[in-house]
């Protein structure tokens, strides 16, 4: 069975080689038709402590890194622009 990979954004990046990412999936709902947001937020192992918040990431399912942390960070999509980036 192939691992899942989502494309989500950094929230957090606090923790020492983790970073939180929110990803976010529209569905309908089965009975009113009506397009939903659900966001599941993901911890992620980075081991370089390469992510900031805001970053688009793509992450990939791995084993049990620690009690919450399931996923990788398998690459970064694009940078969220700051104060003193050139």
Do not use: Q
């Not at 390469?50 to 990788?72: A, F, H, N, Q």
């Amino acid at each position: 069975m192939p691992k899942k990979v989502f494309t989500g954004k950094v929230v957090s990046d606090r923790m020492d080689k983790t970073v939180t990412v929110a990803v976010t999936r529209l569905y309908k709902h089965p009975l009113y038709k009506k397009h939903i947001k659900r966001v599941a937020r993901f911890k992620a192992h980075d081991e370089e402590n390469r992510c900031r918040t805001g970053d688009m990431v793509k992450i990939i399912e791995s084993r049990p890194l620690s009690k919450t942390k399931r996923w990788t960070v398998l690459e970064i999509l694009s940078r969220e622009a700051r104060v003193g980036d050139e």
